[in-house]
């Protein structure tokens, strides 16, 4: 159980268009789900936190209007990477919090991840 | 501020041998502590939690982490490495919000 996909696992893109990122929750309801982002050989740094139905909230410095979320259901929420440029080149991680308590003791189950290429 | 360390980039252990994955927390809140397993190019997945109760809890693959409050860590270990145990190991927190604030990360790398 608590199994999270990702969709692409691997995009190369040419600079200036956009990309979407699918993530699902694909045996149970997520009513939170969470985007990160990972450089090499380094930690995971939150972008946005992503409840459904309503908007996401974004961490410091990252920018909403690039980076697009929807959380259109309690086991969807994409992320668009707008106007993309090479250094928005990374792996891009999303996970999802199952709908029991809705504590922040709840387990954050992970997707594969997304590697982004920017051309 | 919540926080994790993890003082070790890289643990390189025998297979056969016990393993231990540093981590310490900060002292602020609540400490509801996890770890997590990143093997390459591949997402993270979850180990343990834990939450409140026993100290020792054990999770997925052999693994156990021990909660010790008087030394705010949170170490993970194996009786018995494995060389498919190599990977990239994550400590985490949350407390006081839905944020997991997660340490820089240990390679592991078990070796014949």
């Known amino acids: 159980g608590a199994v999270v996909s990702q969709h692409p696992s691997r995009v190369i893109c040419k600079s200036g268009t956009s990309v979407k990122i699918e993530c699902r929750s694909l045996?149970?309801?997520?009513?939170?789900m969470f985007w990160y982002r990972q450089f090499p050989k380094q930690s995971l740094m939150l972008m946005a936190t992503?409840?459904?139905?309503?908007?996401?909230?974004?961490e410091q410095g990252v920018e909403k209007d690039k980076f697009l979320i929807n959380h259109a259901s309690l086991t969807l929420s994409t992320l668009t990477v707008t106007s993309a440029h090479p250094e928005d080149s990374s792996f891009y991680i999303c996970?999802?919090?199952?709908?029991?308590?809705?504590?922040?003791?709840?387990?954050?189950?992970f997707g594969p991840g997304t590697r982004l290429t920017v051309l | 501020a919540q926080s994790v360390a993890q003082p070790e980039d890289q643990v390189n252990v025998a297979e056969g041998n016990p393993l231990t994955v540093k981590c310490t927390y900060s002292?602020?809140?609540?400490?509801?502590l996890f770890w997590y397993v990143q093997y390459p190019n591949r997402g993270l997945q979850f180990l343990l939690k834990?939450?409140?109760?026993?100290?020792l809890v054990k999770g997925s693959y052999g693994f156990e982490a021990e909660f010790n409050k008087s030394q705010t860590s949170f170490h993970l270990k194996k009786p018995s490495a494995l060389v498919s145990d190599s990977a990239l190991y994550f400590c985490?927190?949350?407390?006081?919000?839905?944020?997991?604030?997660f340490g820089t990360g240990t390679q592991l790398k078990v070796e014949l």
């Open positions: 996970s999802a919090r199952a709908r029991t308590s809705g504590s922040v003791t709840d387990t954050q189950y």
């Open positions: 045996d149970f309801q997520a009513t939170t």
């Open positions: 992503s409840n459904e139905g309503s908007k996401a909230t974004y």
């Open positions: 002292v602020s809140g609540n400490p509801y």
């Open positions: 834990y939450i409140t109760g026993d100290n």
């Open positions: 985490a927190r949350t407390g006081g919000g839905n944020k997991l604030t």
